[in-house]
Each structure stands twice: as C-alpha cells, then as structure tokens.
C-alpha cells in the first residue's frame, strides 16, 4: 500500500512489533532475575506453600519462551489463578495478581488510571495553552524586551524541578494566600467543579514545566516560518501581521507542536509520580511507588507495561497526526 492508508499500516504494525518488544524486555528483566522468582513475586510475608504455588503459577520449570508465551498468554486471552480453595479467572488483559494486596493488578491499575490521566489531560490543556501562547509572543516580538523576559522565564522553567514548583505554589497559594484549597481528589463524575478546582494546583505544577518546552519550540519554528519566502511575499501585498501570525506562521509550527504534545502526554503519564506523590493524588504513579517500596512485583511490572503502552501509542498518535500536519512524512 502506498499513500496515507499505507503509512498508517506500516505505523500500526510497528507499534504492535515495539509493544512486544516492550512486553519480552520487561518480562526479562523482572522475571528472569537471580534469586528466587517465586519468593519476588509473592512477597517476603509468603509461607513456603505459598511459594510453591507461586512457582507453579509462574511455570518455572519450563523452558524460557514457553514462560514468556504463558505470560503474555495472560495479557491477550485471560489467565486462571489458583487461590487454594478455589480458581480465580483474572480477565484480559491480564496483568497478574497481586499477593500483597490480594488484587488483580489490571483492576488495581484501572482504580488508579482515572487520576493519572486527569492530571496528564488537564495539564496538557493548560501547557498548550501557556507553552504556545508564549511562543508565539516571543516570536512576535523578537528582538525587543518582551521576547527577552519570555525567554528568560522559559528557561527558567526548564531548570526548575516540578516538586520545586509545586512546593513554592502550595505555600503560595494554599497557605499564605489560601486562594485554592490543599488538592484532595474528587472523581470527575461525583462533582466535575471539585474535580477542577482541587487538580487546578496540581495541573499547574506539572503545565509549567512543560509550557517552557514548548514555548521555546513554538518560538524557533515561528521564527523559522516567518523567515520563508510566501510569508514576505505577505508582507509585500500589504497582509497584516497579526494575520500572518495567527493564519500562516502559527499553522506552519503546528507539526513539531502536535509531535512534541503527543510525545509529552505519553511520558507524563509515567513521569506523574513526583506530581502525584507530592499533592498526595492516588494515582499509578504513587501506587508504582508503594509497590516498589513493599516489594510487589506484579504491580511493578504492570505497572511499566502500561506506562510503556501510553508512551508507545502517543508516539504512535503523534506520528499519525504529525503526516496529517505534514503529508511529505508520507513520502519520507
């Protein structure tokens, strides 16, 4: 195939290749580790039985690739876990049990998934907003104080860790000013004003750092079309320059806009855990935090699996969008 639709497949078929790619990297590194596997996966409080049943689970005694495919078995088609006194059919996908907290970890994940991405999406929101508004700005203003000032809070923003950030604004605003409450999670579907209002502090904290990203983006591609020969030619038959901003300038920098949001969206899921450890937010990234520090392997490894997808399927996304932005990625 060739043309869009081709790019398209090829693109898909290359996210499924990553995807399980991902899947053999992670099953190795947590699966096939010095020590006892078993013992790792079931926790330090698991009686010798327990062990054992674990290890039965897990297929230990089977060559390494029939291992892997009854893992990722598990993810497509579903799994049966033996409790016992009875079997528990965990569901795909199947990411495993958690025998610490006695949970499948894809409903333990699902549980904590909706915070995450109400921080990621909500943030996104105000760092395109913020980000670009900034670039464009500067690049509007190039050459004078204003484009100075920008640049010098862009960079500033770069540099500064978001626990930095997000310290000095709960100080700030929560206690000296006590212009938003301390955040405390509200499902969105319970009371969507509460939702917001209590995020908007922490959808700050993470929008700022990315905003100076895509500021400085926003402004190198904005200055790079605004040097190309049709937009003189604007210039020349008396176009306004707001209007060469806002319709022909701002359209050419949307490529690396929408690559770089998409790449961003993908990692942020992921990369949340200061944010959401910081203002106390139950998402995946505190619970990969907790398991970590009690030792839970099957939400750690569940855990990465998903942050791997979000990561892979943005960049996927943003490949896509990218050669609808661009249709000489097509060709490429």
Not at 70 to 85: A, E
Not at 168 to 191: A, E, N, R
Request: charged share 10%; glycine share 10%.
């Amino acid at each position: 195939m060739s043309g869009f639709g081709g790019f398209v497949l090829r693109r898909g078929v290359g996210t499924v290749i990553t995807l399980l790619a991902i899947s053999v990297i992670v099953y190795v590194v947590f699966f096939v580790t010095p020590g006892n596997v078993a013992q790792i996966t079931c926790g330090p409080r698991c009686s010798p039985e327990q062990v054992h049943q674990v290890a039965q689970q897990l297929r230990l005694d089977d060559p390494l690739y029939l291992r892997y495919w009854h893992f990722l078995q598990g993810i497509l088609v579903g799994h049966d876990y033996s409790t016992g006194t009875s079997v528990e059919h965990c569901a795909a996908p199947c990411l495993g049990l958690s025998y610490q907290g006695d949970q499948q970890v894809t409903q333990l994940i699902l549980a904590k998934l909706p915070v995450s991405l109400s921080l990621v999406f909500g943030a996104m929101v105000l760092w395109l907003i913020l980000g670009v508004g900034t670039g464009v700005l500067s690049a509007w203003r190039r050459g004078r104080f204003t484009e100075r000032l920008l640049t010098g809070i862009t960079l500033a923003g770069v540099a500064t860790p978001v626990f930095v950030i997000g310290l000095v604004l709960m100080i700030v605003v929560c206690g000296q000013l006590q212009l938003l409450p301390f955040p405390q999670y509200v499902s969105l579907t319970d009371d969507p004003e509460q939702w917001a209002w209590n995020l908007l502090l922490p959808w700050l904290s993470l929008a700022l750092i990315e905003a100076a990203a895509f500021a400085r983006l926003t402004r190198a591609s904005m200055l790079e079309t605004l040097a190309e020969d049709h937009i003189r030619t604007f210039r020349a038959y008396g176009v306004g320059e707001r209007s060469i901003i806002g319709r022909h300038a701002l359209r050419g920098a949307f490529a690396p806009i929408i690559a770089l949001n998409a790449n961003n969206v993908g990692s942020a899921v992921g990369g949340a855990v200061l944010t959401e450890t910081l203002f106390g937010l139950p998402g995946i990234g505190q619970e990969l935090v907790h398991a970590v520090n009690v030792v839970d392997l099957p939400v750690v490894v569940g855990m990465v699996l998903v942050i791997g997808f979000f990561v892979v399927i943005a960049n996927a996304v943003a490949d896509v969008l990218y050669a609808v932005a661009d249709r000489r990625v097509v060709l490429a």
